[in-house]
């Protein structure tokens, strides 16, 4: 690693690993800084979709509970290449609000978290987790029919660097492999979400019948749960991280809100 001396040695004029920065909603932009030509998104995840509430039937022959919210497209440890001194825009996807409706509604879909170049173009779109909806029920019947939110997907357009070395932030030589350090600890990876919870048709059968809620989907591969569903006379919980919202319940609670997303980011000088 000879070649390497050169790039951090004081003759050199090398970089180091810049510091991580991370953005937990809004849309902005900010500049690579001179000299690097990769960025390192240790995680970013499209925000997670909302639940529905549970309901309450007079004649209908049972009771129904919220399925889960769909959690949003994520990133692990992945790095792009980027040109010095462009301008980079993100914007950072809010969680869906929860659903309101009893017999027929939709709870509100996760948006996107997206990153994209002035020079380099399109980098990712990770699109948000649907939320869950339910329809044709009525206080005296039928039963409404409930649905999961769905996952979202994830859509990679920049270059991806896998292979090289570069200098982490104490100059000690790292291999680009070595960034394990994100929510599945697997270098270069991305994903779809995943649906909400949602078991049968989620009604159960007689009146007054007890049914808890489903939860929402998890994110990061599975890495970050899902809000709870609630559980018969609890609450359920919002989901974080980009995961999906946990369904009502009956005796009838309220759904919740998606996570929102997130990105975590540094620049390398990757050779």
Do not use: W
């Not at 173009?121 to 019947?141: K, N, Y």
């Not at 350090?181 to 007054?208: E, I, R, V």
């Amino acid at each position: 690693m000879t070649h390497y001396s050169l790039l951090i040695g004081s003759s050199g004029g090398g970089f180091a690993a810049t510091s991580f920065v991370e953005l937990t909603s809004g849309t902005d932009t900010f500049s690579v800084p001179t000299g690097y030509n990769a960025i390192h998104i240790q995680y970013a995840v499209g925000a997670g979709g909302g639940a529905m509430q549970g309901a309450d039937y007079d004649k209908a022959g049972g009771e129904s509970a919220g399925a889960g919210g769909g959690s949003g497209a994520f990133i692990s440890d992945k790095i792009f290449s980027v040109t010095a001194g462009e301008t980079i825009t993100y914007s950072v996807g809010a969680g869906g609000a929860r659903g309101t409706g009893v017999y027929s509604g939709s709870a509100g879909d996760g948006t996107d978290t997206t990153l994209s170049g002035s020079t380099t173009g399109a980098i990712f779109t990770l699109s948000g987790g649907g939320g869950s909806s339910c329809a044709g029920g009525g206080v005296q019947g039928p039963l409404r029919t409930n649905t999961a939110g769905t996952a979202g997907t994830a859509t990679i357009d920049g270059t991806a660097i896998t292979s090289g070395i570069f200098a982490d932030s104490d100059n000690s030589v790292q291999n680009v492999t070595s960034n394990t350090s994100g929510p599945t600890s697997t270098f270069n990876d991305s994903g779809n979400g995943a649906a909400g919870d949602l078991t049968g048709t989620g009604n159960c059968g007689g009146d007054n019948c007890s049914i808890a809620g489903f939860d929402g989907g998890d994110s990061y591969s599975g890495n970050i749960s899902g809000g709870s569903g609630s559980p018969i006379g609890g609450s359920s919980t919002a989901g974080t991280r980009g995961s999906g919202g946990g369904g009502g319940a009956h005796p009838t609670t309220n759904g919740s809100a998606g996570g929102d997303g997130e990105i975590k980011y540094r620049f390398l000088q990757v050779i």
